[in-house]
């Protein structure tokens, strides 16, 4: 495995490779989801390329950017043994100019779910994958559904912008006990950890009513906020069930949908959903 810092030097590996390449954006302090992202990618691919970059643009400004965990050892050594071949880790200068002033912006399925609360957020991730699909330029880039509108939001830029990559998006993937694997699950306190529970729990029974026979999106969403209001630590940002290729609003669900939600646990803003198809 190949671990580099600066744009020149990926791309002059990136010229040497041979057949299909896959990539794997992230922001580093890595866990099975994104694991399972780099396994799939070797499968799939005759090589596998990953970032590590905590992207500046995507934080609001009292968000948590100083703070994210980092720990670029131990994620190198979890690549390693999970097959990646190149791994491209860019120091804070090398991505942004001083000067940078140019951003990719989608208009649409950005505005709703996590767009709300967060509204640069989603500027700053269609502005860094273009950059490192244009950097990396790969067949296939992997993301996890538990990001579900991100990476709707990146199949529309690519769809949009005529950007020669195939999104492939990979079921969420849980901790025993259902919650979904995240990076900032880091920052639960032991009882904190226990609350967060019900985001998974609270999919759960929209799920079960659903399979009842459930196609209110009303019902559903009032069972998810009575599962979550049982945990005293835990604050609803939204509970909603959206057409899950427009993100528009659905009141009945004749479609699939999907299912989301952003949870405040202590400090901690966690996200998660459900597909529900008829």
């Known amino acids: 495995m190949q671990v580099v810092q600066s744009i020149s030097d990926l791309r002059a590996l990136r010229s040497k490779l041979e057949g299909t390449v ?44 100083a703070a994210y965990p980092r720990d670029l050892d131990r994620d190198l050594r979890l690549l390693r043994e999970a097959g990646a071949d190149i791994v491209f880790a860019p120091g804070p200068g090398e991505m942004y100019a001083a000067d940078f002033t140019t951003y990719v912006e989608e ?19 269609t502005t860094v994958v ?6 990396v330029q790969p ?4 993301f996890g559904q538990k990001d579900a509108q991100q990476a709707a939001v990146v ?4 769809r949009d ?23 900032r699950n880091a920052y639960l306190s032991p009882a904190q950890r226990g609350e967060a529970l019900v985001l998974s729990t609270g999919l759960a029974e929209a799920r079960r009513l659903f399979e009842a026979g459930e196609r209110s999106a009303s ?19 939204y509970i909603e069930v959206v057409d899950a290729e427009t993100l528009e609003n659905v009141k009945e669900i004749r479609r699939p949908a999907l299912v989301a939600m952003a949870v405040l646990v202590g400090k901690t803003r966690l996200i998660d959903n459900v597909v529900l198809k008829p």
């Open 107 to 125: 208009t649409e399925l950005s505005k709703g779910l996590c767009g709300r609360s967060r509204p640069t957020h989603f500027r700053g991730v």
């Open 219 to 237: 019902v559903l969403k009032k069972a998810i906020s009575k599962v979550i209001s049982a945990a005293p630590g835990a604050k609803i940002d």
């Open 139 to 142: 067949d296939r880039v992997y």
């Open 22 to 65: 896959g990539f794997v954006p992230t922001m580093g302090y890595l866990h099975a989801g994104h694991l399972a992202l780099v396994e799939r990618a070797g499968a799939e691919n005759a090589a596998v390329i990953v970032s590590i970059y905590v992207n500046p643009t995507q934080f609001g400004p009292r968000e948590d950017f």
């Open 161 to 183: 912008l005529d950007i020669p990559v195939e999104v492939v998006v990979m079921p969420t993937v849980r901790e025993a006990d259902g919650l979904a694997m995240s990076s």
């Open 130 to 135: 273009a950059k490192l699909l244009n950097i």
């Open 155 to 158: 199949k529309r830029m690519v």
